[in-house]
């Protein structure tokens, strides 16, 4: 069947990986697809830090919930926002840098996930599987100090990579209909919410996960047990606090 | 050669399009991918927005400062951050949504972006041209209006798409080396700036852009005129405003 063999629509998250190497090549493959990406008048303003050592995988683990892919997939990339570098170019060039801001760190945020994007698509065409980490911005702060990124560099995203271990079914979304709209939002009313979630709402892995969170509702596992106010308004102070560290929120002086 | 074959890294931005439509088949083929993408822990917490109404682009060319591709690309699609819907269904289950906070932005930001590169990718593995405009930050005030955004719902990035109608070379891009670093973040000395950007700036058309701009160095031309300290600082404070406006700043009520 014609999807089956479309990567980008066969594609499934893989969490458990082979003890088969990623290759010098293939990992040059990835890197050198990511940095053909789009980026904000081609400044590119980001950084990706290869960890492949089995060191720094030890000393990342806990930052990332100590998920099991990280010390165990062979090769992590870190995605950062970096104004570093071009700022220093700048300031080699006779050129005062104006990127302390918060538009400046979106701008780079940008540029970095965009790549981090490529760099999975490029892996799963060669077969590789890959985890999206998105605790790389709850603990943004322990990343900077463990990778020693410099004012001016922020973490977005990170992603485990190795050979599939694993052949899991590919997980549900929405319908399409769900997430796209024509011209103009359409907002949604009751009865497009539940046409919408009802799929998810009927499978069983949805009613098991319900019983054994002992919730009434699929939602209230995401509310109650895995994304909860509490932890999104610390996490959201963490992280704000690492973007005035790192220098992107000087609005005043820029 | 294989390198030419190979989308992923024969890629350019496009930004003049051919009469030719984008069918429906193709435009569903994009989405269909897009929505594949990996997002955080499966909420989909972003949306789509089509715009193929030539009164629409019109309308929405101002807030892309006039860009040309904007009225000209068969299709346009804004990529944005949505929580309304996922809160919606949770208010609707019985469940207390947390996510009028930075973080939830960050997290709804991240799966618009990484949806909008599979989006771009799938287009270029059929022959289309895209182009991101990275006006949609700075006048998502704008776009919020014209496309009805509500509550929940931030514009981050968006493209233009269809049929290439030139054939330009492919950009330049600093090397590899200079923008990967392996296990820790190498910071740039002046040795380092020099190498990574020398190629940029021999080239004969960073040349031209110094001239034509009278400035002496390439960088300047980034500082004084493209990426402006002044603009950067006013659309930094108009990006938070909008934050604030959309429910994404209650840190302390989340």
Request: glycine fraction near 6%; charge should be neutral; charged fraction near 25%.
């Amino acid at each position: 069947m014609k999807l089956k063999n479309d990567p980008l629509l066969s594609r499934k998250t893989i969490r458990k990986y082979s003890d088969k190497e990623v290759s010098d090549a293939d990992l040059n493959y990835i890197l050198d697809a990511a940095i053909r990406t789009s980026t904000t008048g081609n400044m590119q303003v980001y950084s990706i830090i290869v960890t492949r050592e089995s060191g720094m995988k030890a000393r990342l683990a806990p930052a990332h919930f100590n998920q099991k892919m990280v010390t165990e997939a062979p090769v992590m990339l870190t995605f950062c926002a970096d104004f570093n570098r071009f700022s220093k170019w700048c300031r080699l060039r006779e050129a005062e840098p104006g990127y302390g801001n918060f538009l400046s760190f979106m701008t780079a945020a940008i540029d970095a996930l965009l790549a981090a994007q490529t760099a999975c698509i490029a892996a799963e065409s060669k077969g590789m599987g890959i985890c999206y980490l998105g605790t790389t911005t709850y603990m943004a702060d322990k990343i900077i100090e463990i990778l020693n990124l410099p004012r001016g560099v922020v973490p977005v995203t990170a992603i485990t990579l190795g050979w599939p271990a694993e052949d899991t079914e590919q997980v549900d979304r929405l319908p399409v209909a769900a997430v796209v709209h024509n011209e103009r939002y359409h907002d949604y009313d009751e009865a497009a919410i539940d046409l919408y979630y009802r799929g998810k709402e009927s499978r069983d892995d949805s009613i098991r996960f319900i019983a054994e969170n002992g919730k009434k509702t699929l939602a209230q596992v995401f509310t109650d047990v895995r994304y909860k106010k509490a932890d999104n308004i610390h996490f959201s102070e963490s992280f704000l606090e690492v973007l005035r560290k790192q220098g992107f929120m000087g609005q005043k002086e820029g």
